[in-house]
């Protein structure tokens, strides 16, 4: 079975940069997985950030970045804001109609 | 802009089936060209996806619960709809109906999570 692996929580001071990681218990992360990211704060539905691995969604700041850094999709936030304190999860496309997420990680600003 | 609402019992027995619908609004649901999903996440808990299904009716499923899993869609009432089977404490979660996909003629398929609902709450008990 596939595992989707995020790093479990990271802390960020405002004003900093961070950078979440999203890889596979087997292989690499590649474009071709269509990575995307989405931010969720408790009792919310998740909202979307970046699809095709680097394309914002409409509204979100550019602080908010996608890409690949090495096996890895990533997700950059610069300049870090109190209110981007959440949890982040990244999807996956594996192919044949199939999605799955990362375990999930949950920010701190302080 | 588009919307989803969840709808559905809040409170399923063990070994029966959960139902739920997703009624979408504010834009084109009879399109052929769009995927329509549902997402879970237990209390306390990750994400995790359930299915979707496309328009034409192609369903694809979590491996790990395919076996339990039906969706289905209703274009004339704009909705489409989760039923899992045989549940028990661990389907305790929130419920999530989500678009999960679509195809453009000009950029191909895209594949991700763009319009989600506010999810709803569905508890197995006794």
């Known amino acids: 079975q596939t595992v989707v692996t995020q790093e479990p929580s990271f802390s960020v001071s405002p004003g900093g940069t961070v950078t979440l990681t999203c890889g596979l218990s087997s292989g690499s992360v590649s474009t071709s997985y269509s990575p995307s990211w989405y931010q969720q704060t408790p009792g919310q539905a998740p909202r979307t950030l970046i699809y095709n691995t680097n394309t914002r969604s409409s509204g979100v700041p550019d602080r908010f970045s996608g890409s690949i850094l090495g096996n890895k999709a990533a997700l950059t936030i610069t300049g870090a804001q109190a209110d981007d304190e959440s949890d982040y999860y990244c999807v996956l496309y594996m192919g044949s109609g199939i999605y799955v997420f990362g375990t999930g990680t949950k920010v701190t600003v302080l | 802009q588009l919307q989803l609402q969840e709808s559905g019992p809040g409170l399923v027995k063990p070994s029966e089936t959960l139902s739920l619908t997703c009624t979408v609004s504010?834009?084109?649901?009879?399109?052929?060209?769009?995927?329509w999903g549902w997402i879970r996440q237990p209390p306390g808990k990750g994400l995790e996806w359930i299915g979707s299904?496309?328009?034409?009716?192609?369903?694809y499923y979590n491996p790990s619960l395919k076996s339990r899993v039906a969706i289905s869609v209703d274009t004339s009432k704009s909705q489409f709809s989760l039923k899992l089977s045989s549940v028990t404490a661990a389907d305790t979660a929130v419920y999530y109906c989500?678009?999960?996909?679509?195809?453009?003629?000009?950029?191909?398929?895209?594949?991700?999570?763009?319009?989600w609902g506010q999810g709803t709450l569905v508890t197995v008990s006794s």
């Open positions: 989500a678009r999960s996909g679509y195809y453009d003629i000009l950029t191909g398929y895209t594949y991700y999570f763009d319009y």
């Open positions: 299904i496309f328009y034409s009716g192609s369903t």
């Open positions: 504010g834009g084109s649901f009879s399109s052929s060209s769009y995927f």
